[in-house]
């Protein structure tokens, strides 16, 4: 069996699922494509399936899921859409920056019956995955502490900054969504501290380019999560739970694996620098669990509520920030 | 430009060569596919490319290139073939295990004046290219010692075995290729021993399975490679380069990067076993160095002396390992 | 010339002292130890030294310096009479558990005019060292972010737990001093969380066992301290400073550097267990610093104000985690 | 139960033996020392001892047993002297050049019925004892290939070097010891190249500066062995043991363990310089073993025969490089 999945948006993260979809996915099916920009037809065009000239006539195509990569504030409006059709959804992260219209859009979902499973990559990443599995099978004991560190190679363009929810809504997020899939438990409060180190331009968009994050968990596990926009010897992903019976820890990789010594010591390359090469397989290896639940109609991994918790956090280190305190997730709804 | 390839013989390696040339080197296209199997069918339409039903059909095909990738013992009959068609030409490795015949191919291709590449991919691999770069650029001096560590995750099966051309001919001859390229100075003379330690099947086909070669270069390096047809822990390739002033090495990757750490130790994972994954960059780049080869006109990185060369060290090393002594290079050919 | 000094309290790290002054430092002399234990006749013995039956006898042997290892309720008493007896101090941290009592005891000191050290040995280690001289450099530029892990491998006895301080006094205070000596900045905030989960006996006497601890420094860089007293893959003590121009870190030290893989991955055993085999070297250069400070009349390399500081941290640390808020360093003095 | 032991040649290593002896081993006592030099006096005014001033006055100290450290060509006069005398004897490597000066002193030792070990020290080391275990233990199944680097941060003395044997009866008979002592197999063939690289000197000597030996165990396994007098990087010890279940391998240390990432990757310090400061643990964990052998009247764990064995290999490597061939053991004795 097969899973036809049109691709809604086709920009730099769309175009890339559309060519996974299209050549990489086994089991899965590219159905074609829409933008609102001529994107979709270069898409379409280089793996030769329809391009749809509207939303609406995207849902028309016969299919058994949408992957929506649209812009953030879209995604809400084409979920409604895409479930009252009856598909399959993939959505891409985060949700919505507003907490309402999450819910509004989990509502339409779960209204439809239709499954839904949010971007969260990382989950997928095997290295990020080895942690998770070790506290899972309880290698590792009870988690008491939980370090990640999350730094870019290079800060976005500032433009994409001003609507992008800023660090802990577009960057966190991953990082919160670690923590709750690594720990098995949710966020209780939210300390949050920034600074703008990297450029001034982030500072006046209203962000930070760097981050601190403690978060304290419901099982009394504690995270910290830290963050930079400008790592300049690559892309740093790496996360850390400490337990009771040990620890287990993703690493990064290398440009490649050489090392040079001389009298002045050994050196190697920089770490990889671009998100979708570093997290190749985890994109694939998360359309492979989506066309698995779609098939069997199982739930799929990363669920609507695993898309809304992050979020959460994501407002409360916002608050924490601008008030210096402590945020309950309560606090935020 | 785009350069046009017809791939000749779709077995493994093949259709891995197909698909790469189909959709992910850039600037090349798949031109069409030709086998003796069914499995040309096959690869033709995944990819969307004229079946030819002969080498004649296939040589009619209007393309730049061909990639020779039949059984080894039809290489030099192709090449000739498609020299004359006036097609530049990647072959696999080994061109042939019969010195004249290989000396019959190249002096076809010299005579039409066609570029020739043979595919010795690891020289392409980032990790092990790092290693030859470092030697090139003098980071570490004038080298002393060579060390080559190349063990396969399992043997093939008996009958590829039998027309291998055996361990030397067949595995070793990468490393042979290594040696060269790394230490940028011919071999004078060869030392091997061997055992059977893996399977008698091996042996009854009057191979070896576990082997050590010990060269002298002309410019005064040693090289030790070590060969085993199966390294449970998986696919190990590792090369390294001593000199004066310094030494450059290569190192594997692991199946993914985590750590589990318990009080009896820290855990990783075993290495990737497969070497179409292991080399997926290697054959990447190897191919844009063709391509860029042909565009430009200018000589192709491999050339047909490197690929005659480690063929003359593998047979060198057979009649090393049956008469238990030194042997010169030149006592071959 | 030989700097002679007496060791004032022959405890586990009083006794280690002494050894090392007896033996291993060059330059030094053990002139004479006391304890109000027997201790002392056993340590005099081994290593040949006048042994003092009082704190005043102790003071009355002629010699450059003394080392005040006693019990830290003692510290201040016995520094103020070394001092008024013109001794050169060596003190071990913490200097006081009560910031008047550190005060009076630094007064005494610059009021006589003798140099002062305070046992912050880390600062020492040539793993951590390098990491802070990579930032004093300027090798990866102005700091943003420090982290500090330092997990011990088991909890100390209750009775010492007691009397220590709780873990911020007592195990934090070292990470506090690495902060200010890494980042090279005055910490302004500190934000403590807390939890008890290896020992309830531990809650019992009013301490937490595992505790996370954000500071934010004068400069702008945040530092994020995780402690854990249980650590049951060795003693784990790591430091990493990220700036604008690269990352340094240090790292442990397995007990012994060997890798074991079969097909279920790769081995390597726990880390070195115990702090005075880990911090060998660096209580022995700590020791060649204050030798060379005596000898050539030039300032000790940790200072009184050094001793002083992380103390107040390790105050506001506790006060932020029983009033669940940031708590700004002069809240306390 | 204490074991006196009179150290006999108090140079560079002697002086080490005597200082451990002294105040590092547990059980041990040092009970005097002779030279024919003035060391001794040094020595022993340092560590509190008798200083003898013939063999004889050393021979009629009062102890349990000697450590002969003095030069290699007077080694078997000693221990015959030794033997005689009842002493228990550690001998340093190489018991003697000439075979049967070894063999006349191992008849002395076996008709006084005394202990000898002989100061195979990286034996002790816990890395590479580990390798040793894990094939002892079976974790790695039946050893197919074992591969020793061993290579010095610089080369001694032109004036040492003309007595010493030459590089394989002086440096690589520690790792013909290491290639019997982790395959646990006996050497049947060896197979020598080597070259002059670093100095001409050392040619002029009569001797190689760079070598790699090639060896064939009874068991099937092979050995391969590489030597560099000069590794500007610093000293570099690794052992590797490869079998039908896995691999084993022993790594170095680096000064210490710092790595500092910019943009042009990530760098590491070099390797410890120096073989006393690398094998401390092994001269320490030896003279347990000998001290614990001497009082339970067990056998020591490095055998006359562990002496004997290296040299004829060495020996036999001398052979292969003079005559060009694989040499076998049972040509030289």
Known sequence: MTISIVVLGTGRIGSMHAEYLARRVPGAKLAGVFDVTDSAATVGAEFGCPVAASLDEALAIEADAVAICTSTDTHVDVMVAAAEAGRAIFCEKPVSLDLAEVDRGLAAVEAAGVPLQIGFNRRFDPSHKAVADAVDHGAIGDV???????????????????????IFCDMTIHDFDMARYVTGSEVETVYAVGAVQIDPAIGDAGDVDTAVVLLTHVSGAITTIDNSRKAVYGYDQRVEAFGSNGMARSDNFHDFNARIA???GFTQPPLQQFFLERYTTSYLDQWAAFVHAVESGGAPPVTGADGRAPLVIGLAAWKSLREGRPVRCEEIG
Chains 1, 2, 3, 4 share one sequence.
């Open 262 to 264: 001389t009298d002045r």
């Open 144 to 166: 008491h502490i939980c370090n990640i560190t999350s730094r870019d190679p290079g800060p976005p363009p500032i433009e994409y900054i001003k609507v992008s929810g800023g």
